[in-house]
């Protein structure tokens, strides 16, 4: 059986405010022809199809495409819900789905979900479990029942109705944060909260193959066969330059396989673009990057009045401006803003730009739940008057 695991679509999702659906909508139909060349019986996708749980039409347009598709192609599909989706819409239509070969798992109901395939090497067992938390599970725990406190408790719970054939082949399908994974710093994942979801990946023992959504970097995570595929795309500027792909599964006999991946190019390219003003104002410059998403970096000690504006008429898909001294000028009142870090615009998410006092006392009531005090804040003032007055 010949896999291609995919997940973290997002689809819908906006990066400073730029919609990729697009780029994502063209990602996908090469999803779709190079899942074809490579003979694909099945595609996964791990979880976070959409990015909101109210997906707009122009994203539920996307997936529509992309099952149709592969449906014309002859590919089964295994799909399950991230954190990011709302499982019973997820769920929408999936007894009808079920009979394309289709198989959807939108909400965890207490037992685990299993698809039974057969190939020339056997049967083979795909289980569902879409995102789960420990309140999510504790649900379906009897009273009197030991409750799970830590997501490791959680899923150890939902993976206990798992009961596995060890002769056959077992793969699982899961979103979680399991322990030992590389988050980009920055990067597109909710990284606030992935420090308390925690999962101990040892308990991910005994499957052939692990499909993983929730981290946006393809790698694999205590053994060769548990494997995050990533994102499709890159989701922030913090990811620029890392490789986006699909992750091509081969089980043949049990505990023989392959693992690849497959490279996928953005329609639209993201790229850190650096220079003097003066440098990318030129118009050889212009003219290689004017189709990209830039992030751009400005070698510039003084400031340039309105110099987003001036540089969105050349660059239409600006993503950020920052002044490569540190300095941070944005425009407007996104929901999305960029802070330099080691050099890279790290994006956040859901703050109004500020002055630097006033991001960190967001930061600050973000992590704490609670304002600073005016001590707190006199202090702060000092420290950032300190580090940023120097470049003034
Ligand atoms: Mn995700």
Redesign the pocket.
């Known amino acids: 059986m010949r896999f291609a695991h995919l997940?973290?679509l997002?689809l819908g999702k906006k990066v400073n405010s730029y919609s990729m659906v697009e780029n994502q909508r063209m990602v996908l139909r090469q999803v779709v022809e190079k899942a074809v060349k490579k003979e694909v019986d099945a595609v996964i996708l791990a979880?976070?199809i959409y990015d909101s749980p109210v997906p707009e039409a122009d994203a539920m347009d996307v997936l529509n495409e992309f099952l149709s598709a592969l449906k014309k192609e002859d590919i089964d599909v295994f799909m399950i819900a991230?954190?990011?989706d709302r499982g019973d819409l997820i769920n929408y239509g999936a007894s009808l789905f079920e009979e394309m070969n289709i198989h959807v798992c939108g909400t965890w109901n207490g037992k685990m979900e299993c698809i039974d395939m057969l190939d020339r090497f056997g049967p083979l067992h795909v289980w569902c479990l879409p995102y789960v938390t420990p309140a999510i599970v504790n649900r379906f725990i009897p009273e009197g029942e030991k409750k799970a406190e830590t997501f490791t408790d959680a899923v150890l719970y939902a993976l206990s109705k798992v009961h596995m054939d060890m002769g056959d082949r077992n793969v699982l399908i899961a979103h979680q944060y399991f322990s030992g994974a590389v988050v980009t710093a920055g990067g597109?994942?909710?990284y606030l909260s992935l420090g308390s979801e925690i999962v101990d990946v040892t308990v991910l023992a005994g499957f052939d193959y692990v499909a993983l959504?929730?981290v946006?970097t393809a790698q694999a995570v205590g053994a060769d066969t548990i494997r995050y595929c990533g994102?499709p795309l890159i989701y922030s500027t913090a990811e620029i330059g890392s490789d986006r792909s699909f992750t091509l599964v081969n089980l043949e006999d049990k505990g023989t396989y392959r693992i690849s991946t497959v490279e996928l190019l953005p329609e639209r390219e993201m790229i850190n673009l650096s220079g003097t003003f003066r440098e990318l104002m030129h118009p050889k410059v212009i003219e290689e990057n004017k189709d990209k998403y830039v992030n751009i970096i400005l070698k510039e000690v003084k400031e340039i009045p309105e110099v987003i504006h001036v540089l969105k008429e050349k660059y239409p898909y600006v993503m950020g401006v920052a002044y490569s001294d540190g300095r941070i000028r944005l425009e407007g009142s996104t929901e999305v803003h960029t802070e330099l870090r080691d050099g890279v615009l790290t994006e956040i998410r859901e703050l109004k730009l500020k002055e630097p006092n006033d991001l960190f006392a967001d930061f600050y009531q973000m992590r704490n739940k609670e304002a600073m005090t005016d001590d707190q804040k006199a202090y702060m003032a000092e420290i950032i008057e300190e580090t940023f007055g120097e470049a003034e």
């Open positions: 997940g973290d997002h979880g976070d991230g954190n990011h597109s994942e909710d959504g929730h946006h994102a």
